[in-house]
């Protein structure tokens, strides 16, 4: 009897233990598994937000806040609640307690928002054309000009330029509606400008850009809109400590094409005799088998200044192309500082940009500085833009489309024609059959004459 009396005392212990670890279970998940509850604000205004998304992450356990902002919803300790809210950035919360209070900030894309005119609108509640581009895509490309860069980053606008240092370029958005005036109207942080070559702005100010293509912009801007709108987005402080940031670089360019020209006299010696010589016409100096001594001037006589300039033929030939076209260098350097607090931003930068050009002598220099604030005073914003440039440039003499520009007189002048004269004067044709081309060197000295700095275009 005593043996079965333990036996049954035994069973007796067993079960009670195991009553209480079950109640004790039964307690602990009761403590991690709760009611939670709190209220979704915007940190900004500390006013609630209504409808606020409030999810348990990895499950389909939601729910939206009140009127108030408040919401309740079940979830374990250590459960991560996601809340969203339209215009504002994601929250996730890590649940420690029964009470989980969450504040939200705004936030808002940049390439989401369209600056159309007096106002901004979201991208999606327009309806219609325009092009966004932002300082990223921008700065991909080393370009002197604001419009030199936006090539190819936008549908339905064309970009065309000469390629010289700081050129003009045409920005066409609608084709050609006139026979005077195709430019777009460029708006500038509010401002309307007449720099349609947008060679005076630096690229790394910008913050964004939109082309408004339709007609829909003329309701705004009238009929200056009716060749489209360039709306440009500066960089503005922020909030928060103050910012140093330095951005440069340093390269070389090179033309990618070379003019296939005869550089080799006694090969142009072989065309011209075979152009001409069905005709008789042969000109002297090519005529024979060997080139004369001097193809101008009086040999017997001294050299003279311009009476007598003896010019004696390069019969190895001259290379204009090279004489004339080379690599050349391209800088640019940024610095610019930024911050402000809650009640009042600013940010300054400065630019220089420095680009010499393939063809010798041309080059494009810009000095900028460029800042603006921004002050709160109640209901009240005060704030300005200040832009100042500085441009030195110089390109082809006569211009691109000159027939008398160095591009042409490398292609008219003929590798017979020397760079030199025998006093060390600039040569020239000089004599029937060598043609009308100019020496392309002496036009990229008179360039250097023009400017009347040789240390800058040389040194």
């Known amino acids: 009897m005593k043996k079965l009396s333990a036996i049954m005392e035994k069973t007796f212990l067993n079960a009670v233990r195991t009553y209480i670890l079950m109640a004790a279970l039964i307690f602990v998940g009761t403590l991690s598994y709760a009611q939670i509850s709190g209220t979704i604000i915007d940190t900004n205004t500390g006013e609630p937000l209504i409808g606020a998304s409030v999810i348990v992450q990895g499950t389909t356990n939601g729910t939206i806040t009140d009127i108030d902002g408040s919401y309740n919803i079940d979830a374990n300790l250590g459960d991560v609640l996601v809340v969203s809210y339209v215009g504002y950035d994601d929250m996730a919360y890590t649940v420690d307690g029964s009470v989980a209070n969450i504040g939200m900030a705004q936030g808002v894309l940049v390439d989401e928002v369209v600056v159309t005119g007096y106002q901004s609108q979201r991208k999606r509640d327009i309806t219609g054309a325009v092009a966004i581009i932002d300082n990223d895509d921008l700065n991909v490309v080393p370009a002197a000009s604001l419009s030199q860069k936006l090539a190819g980053k936008a549908s339905g606008v064309t970009i065309s330029t000469s390629g010289s240092p ?12 006139s026979l005077t005036a195709n430019d777009p109207l460029v708006v500038i942080d509010g401002v309307p400008t007449r720099d349609n070559f947008l060679n005076s702005i630096n690229p790394n100010d910008i913050e964004s850009i939109q082309v408004l293509k339709d007609a829909a912009s003329a309701s705004v801007y009238g009929a200056r809109a009716s060749n489209g709108v360039i709306v440009i987005t500066t960089k503005k402080g922020t909030p928060g400590k103050t910012k140093v940031s330095y951005n440069g670089y340093y390269g070389t360019q090179s033309p990618v094409n070379r003019f296939d020209l005869i550089t080799d006299s006694n090969k142009y010696r072989q065309y011209v005799q075979a152009a001409t010589s069905a005709s008789g016409t042969v000109p002297d100096v090519y005529a024979g088998s060997t080139f004369p001594e001097f193809y101008n001037g009086d040999p017997s006589q001294p050299y003279s200044f311009p009476d007598n300039l003896l010019m004696r033929p390069n019969t190895v030939g001259t290379d204009w192309w090279n004489e004339t076209i080379g690599s050349s260098p391209i800088t640019e350097h940024n610095l610019n500082i930024s911050g402000g607090n809650e009640n009042s931003t600013f940010s300054i930068t400065g630019n220089y940009y420095d680009q010499e050009g393939t063809i010798n002598t041309t080059f494009f220099e810009r000095f900028s500085i460029r800042a603006n604030s921004s002050f709160k ?33 490398i292609i008219r002048s003929q590798p017979l024609t020397p760079v030199f004269d025998e006093g060390g004067n600039f040569a020239g044709p000089r004599a029937p059959g060598m043609g009308l081309g100019n020496n392309p060197v002496k036009g990229i000295d008179d360039d250097k004459d023009d400017v009347g700095n040789f240390n800058r275009l040389f040194g």
């Open 166 to 177: 700081g050129d003009g370029t045409n920005i066409r958005i609608r084709g050609f509606n």
């Open 377 to 409: 005073a109640g209901i009240f914003t005060f704030g300005e833009n200040l832009s100042v440039s500085r441009i030195n440039q110089l390109g082809q003499r006569s211009g691109n489309n000159s027939e008398q520009n160095i591009i042409t007189n």
